[in-house]
C-alpha cells in the first residue's frame, strides 16, 4: 500500500480514509458539520427576516432583507483573504481553522438567543469565523498530499462529497427546526452541528501531524505583536460600531452600504488585477493570460449574482408561491434547496467523465468558453423561473418541478463554470502571484453575491406583477454576458498557450 507524503513527511499520513491519507476523515467530517451549520442557517435568513412579528420574525422589507444576506454572504467570501493571511503569518492552519470554528459556534449560539438586538452581532460573528475556517480547511487538504501524488484529485473530490452532504443535512434538519419549531430552533441546530464538528476536529486532530501546525511564513516576534494589535484594534471597532448602530446612534441603510461595497469590491478588484498586470513585470505569455483570466473572473462575478437568488427571491417564491403541501404535511420553503447539493453529488462523477472524453475526442474548448456554457445554462433556469412567476402573478401556487428544474439548470451551469474558473486561476495566474490571483478571483464571489442581494431587493411580495420582469431581466443580462464571454473567448483559446487535454476539476463547493 503507497504511503502518502504529506508535507511535513509524517508517517501517519498514510491510507486510512478510503485510501486516503487519516487527515482527510478529519477535515471531511469538521467541513461536513461545519458546511450543515452554514448553509442550514443562511437557507433561513431571508425568511426569518421577511416574517412577521407575529410569525416570530422580524418583519423586515424584501429589499433591506437580501441586502443583509448579499452583505453577509459577500463578506464571508471577503473575510477569507485576512482569514488566509492570519494562517500563513500568525497562526498556522490548524489552530485557525480551530479557533474560526468557535467563533462560528458562538454565533450560532447567539443567533439561538431570542433576542434580535443580538441578531447581527451573530451573523458577524458566524461571518468572521468562516472566514477564518474555510479557507484554511480546503488548504489543509491540499497540504495533506505531495506534489507528485496522483491521489489529490481524488482526495479533493471526496471532500466536496463531505461539503454537498453537510449542505443536505444543514437544509433538511435546520430548515425543519426553523420553519416547522421556531426560527432559533433551527440557529439552535446550527450551533449544534458546529459543536459536533469542533468536538470531532479536537479528538482526531493528531491525524494531522504537523501539517500546517505553524505559520508557513511566520513575522518576527516584533511583527506579529504589531499585527495582533491591529486585529484587537478592527475588532474592537467592529464592536464599538455594531452597538452604536444597535442602540439607534447609528443608522444604516443595507440597501444602500451593498450598493456601496459592490462598487469598492469592484475597484478593488480592477486596482490589484491592474496592479499586477501593468506592475508585476509579466512576460507577453503570461499578459495574454492575465487577460484570458480576466474572462472567467468576469463570467464568475455574473454567474453568482444569479445562482445566489438561491437562498434570497427564489427562497421567498418557494415560501410565498409554490405548492409544497404532500398529504397533510407542508414542506418547508428552505428544504426546496436541498435540490443543488443533491444533483452536485449525482452528476460530478458525469462532469468529470465529460472532460477526459472531450480531451480523448481533441475537443478542448477555452476556460472561458466553458464558463460561459455554464453562465448560459444558469440563464436559462431564469427562464423557467420567469413562465412560473407569470402563473405565480395570476394568482397560482405553482407546481414545485418549476423550482426543481430551476436548481437543476443553475447546478448543471456551476459544474460547467465553478471548478473550472478554480482550474483556471491555478493554471493562468503567474507562478509568483498565484496566492494574489486566487484571492482577487474570490473577490468576484463577494461582488457576486453582493449583487444577487441587490436584484432579489425587487422581490416585491406587494407587487407580484413585476416579479417575471425581474426573472426575465437577470436571464437576459446572464445571457448578454455569456455571449459576450463566448464569442471573446474565441480568440482568449490562442492567449491561454495551452491545450486543455488532460485538465479534469474535481466537483467545487458553493460559496
Not at 203 to 216: A, C, D, F, M, R
Not at 239 to 261: G, K
Not at 266 to 272: A, D, G, H, M, V
Request: net charge positive.
Amino acid at each position: 500500500m503507497t504511503t502518502a507524503k504529506g508535507t511535513a513527511g509524517d508517517p501517519a499520513l498514510d491510507s486510512g480514509f478510503f485510501g486516503h491519507p487519516k487527515g482527510l476523515s478529519t477535515l471531511f467530517f469538521t467541513e461536513m458539520w461545519e458546511r450543515m451549520s452554514y448553509y442550514g442557517m443562511r437557507a433561513l435568513l431571508v425568511l426569518f427576516m421577511t416574517a412577521s412579528i407575529q410569525e416570530e420574525g422580524l418583519a423586515f422589507t424584501v429589499a433591506a432583507s437580501t441586502a443583509i444576506y448579499g452583505l453577509y454572504t459577500g463578506a464571508v467570501y471577503f473575510l477569507g483573504l485576512p482569514g488566509g493571511w492570519i494562517a500563513d503569518r500568525l497562526l498556522g492552519g490548524q489552530r485557525t481553522v480551530w479557533y474560526g470554528g468557535i467563533i462560528i459556534m458562538c454565533g450560532h449560539i447567539v443567533l439561538a438567543v431570542p433576542n434580535d438586538d443580538t441578531f447581527f452581532v451573530g451573523l458577524i460573528l458566524v461571518a468572521c469565523g468562516t472566514g477564518l475556517l474555510k479557507p484554511n480547511i480546503s488548504a489543509l487538504v491540499g497540504k495533506l498530499y505531495s506534489e507528485e501524488d496522483v491521489r489529490r484529485d481524488g482526495g479533493f473530490a471526496l471532500y466536496y462529497m463531505g461539503i454537498n452532504i453537510g449542505s443536505v443535512l444543514g437544509y433538511t434538519v435546520c430548515g425543519y427546526f426553523g420553519e416547522k419549531i421556531g426560527w432559533h430552533w433551527g440557529f439552535g441546530a446550527a450551533a449544534v452541528g458546529m459543536a459536533i464538528g469542533l468536538i470531532q476536529y479536537r479528538k482526531t486532530i493528531g491525524n494531522l501531524g504537523t501539517v500546517s501546525l505553524k505559520p508557513e511564513s511566520p513575522m518576527s516576534e516584533n511583527g506579529a505583536r504589531i499585527a495582533w494589535r491591529v486585529i484587537a484594534a478592527l475588532a474592537a471597532g467592529t464592536a464599538v460600531f455594531t452597538w452604536l448602530a444597535l442602540s439607534d446612534r447609528v443608522t444604516i441603510n443595507p440597501v444602500v452600504v451593498s450598493q456601496y461595497l459592490a462598487v469598492v469590491f469592484t475597484l478593488i478588484f480592477f486596482l490589484y488585477y491592474g496592479y499586477i498586470y501593468f506592475m508585476g513585470e509579466l512576460s507577453k505569455v503570461e499578459k495574454k493570460r492575465m487577460w484570458a483570466l480576466f474572462l472567467v473572473c468576469v463570467a464568475s462575478a455574473c454567474f453568482w449574482s444569479g445562482f445566489e437568488q438561491a437562498g434570497s427571491s427564489l427562497n421567498l417564491f418557494g415560501r410565498d408561491y409554490t405548492q409544497r403541501m404532500i398529504g397533510s404535511f407542508e414542506l418547508p420553503a428552505s428544504w426546496f434547496q436541498n435540490v443543488n447539493p443533491m444533483f452536485i453529488i449525482i452528476l460530478s462523477p458525469f462532469f468529470a467523465a465529460l472532460w477526459i472524453n472531450l480531451g480523448k475526442r481533441l475537443v478542448s474548448p477555452s476556460y472561458g468558453m466553458k464558463c460561459a456554457v455554464g453562465l448560459l445554462i444558469m440563464a436559462s433556469g431564469f427562464i423557467v423561473m420567469f413562465f412560473a412567476a407569470q402563473a405565480a402573478a395570476e394568482g397560482l401556487k405553482v407546481a414545485p418541478y418549476w423550482l426543481i428544474t430551476t436548481y437543476f439548470l443553475h447546478t448543471v451551469g456551476e459544474l460547467c463554470l465553478s471548478p473550472v474558473a478554480l482550474s483556471a486561476v491555478s493554471k493562468l495566474s503567474p507562478r509568483r502571484f498565484a496566492g494574489q490571483m486566487m484571492g482577487i478571483f474570490v473577490l468576484t464571489y463577494s461582488i457576486g453575491n453582493i449583487i444577487a442581494g441587490l436584484l432579489a431587493g425587487n422581490f416585491d411580495p406587494n407587487n407580484v406583477q413585476e416579479m417575471p420582469k425581474l426573472y426575465l431581466q437577470i436571464a437576459l443580462f446572464s445571457i448578454g454576458v455569456g455571449i459576450i464571454v463566448g464569442l471573446v473567448s474565441l480568440k482568449a483559446k490562442r492567449w491561454e498557450g495551452f491545450d486543455h487535454k488532460g485538465s479534469v476539476p474535481v466537483a467545487t463547493d458553493t460559496p
